[in-house]
């Protein structure tokens, strides 16, 4: 299994342009979350989604957009990108359970906006 | 959401045990208490979950009082592997009210 796996690795974009974050996950988990990390900050959660097709608000979701078309693939988008979107993204999965709260991350995604 | 506070940072010698608490007053009677573990360039990962006394473990122990009010995650002999920063959390993730505060680092000294 390779767990959760996400693409890029890093980036490097320009104020104003878009792209694509890709998470993907193989255990077959029902949630997925989209993290942004940034220094002195710990983790902020952006978006997440509580089963294929379904997709909510987290903690600082401006600037992003989500989408969960296949149950094992989340994105996150940056229509626009800006500065103070510069950070390192982290997706996770779980399981349903509600009352356990063991999240699987991925490597992470570094992305600098110019 | 309850919240955590814990050292920002710790530093120990190689195979002393380490012990970070971790303080939520307000704690609800619904939340758990979870740890995670995070190397440099690393997503978290998952160390131990409680709701009360004490859970142990093939990497951890977490020790809560009756009150619930903190809860102390320990590391037992640790070595320079253990070097990371460790996250307290507090609350149910299946209704989306966990946070992670910015941790605690802990530095493994030779």
């Known amino acids: 299994n390779a767990g959760v796996t996400q693409t890029p690795k890093f980036r490097v974009l320009k104020t104003g342009q878009s792209m694509t974050l890709l998470c993907a996950q193989d255990?077959?988990?029902?949630?997925m979350y989209w993290y942004r990390q940034d220094p002195g900050m710990g983790l902020r959660l952006i978006h997440y989604?509580?089963?294929?097709?379904?997709?909510a608000k987290g903690e600082v979701p401006d600037g992003y957009n989500v989408s969960r078309l296949k149950k094992q693939n989340f994105l996150l988008g940056l229509e626009s990108a800006a500065p103070s979107q510069t950070s390192v993204y982290f997706c996770?999965?779980?399981?349903?359970?509600?009352?356990?709260?063991?999240?699987?991350f991925g490597p992470g995604t570094r992305l600098t906006v110019l | 959401l309850a919240k955590t506070t814990q050292p920002i940072s710790m530093d120990s010698y190689e195979g002393q045990e380490v012990n970070i608490t971790c303080s939520h007053n307000?704690?609800?009677?619904?939340?758990?208490i979870t740890w995670y573990q995070q190397f440099p360039s690393q997503g978290p990962r998952f160390i131990i979950q409680?709701?009360?006394t004490k859970v142990t473990n093939e990497v951890a122990s977490l020790f809560i009082p009756a009150d619930r009010k903190s809860s102390t995650l320990s590391l037992p002999r640790v070595s320079l592997s253990d070097t990371a920063v460790y996250y307290c959390?507090?609350?149910?993730?299946?209704?989306?009210?966990?946070?992670f505060g910015i941790g605690t680092k802990l530095q493994v000294i030779p």
């Open positions: 409680g709701y009360k």
């Open positions: 959390l507090v609350g149910v993730l299946g209704y989306q009210k966990v946070t």
């Open positions: 989604s509580v089963g294929e097709g379904t997709t």
């Open positions: 307000n704690i609800a009677t619904n939340d758990y």
């Open positions: 255990m077959n988990h029902e949630y």
């Open positions: 996770a999965s779980r399981e349903a359970p509600q009352a356990y709260n063991e999240q699987f």
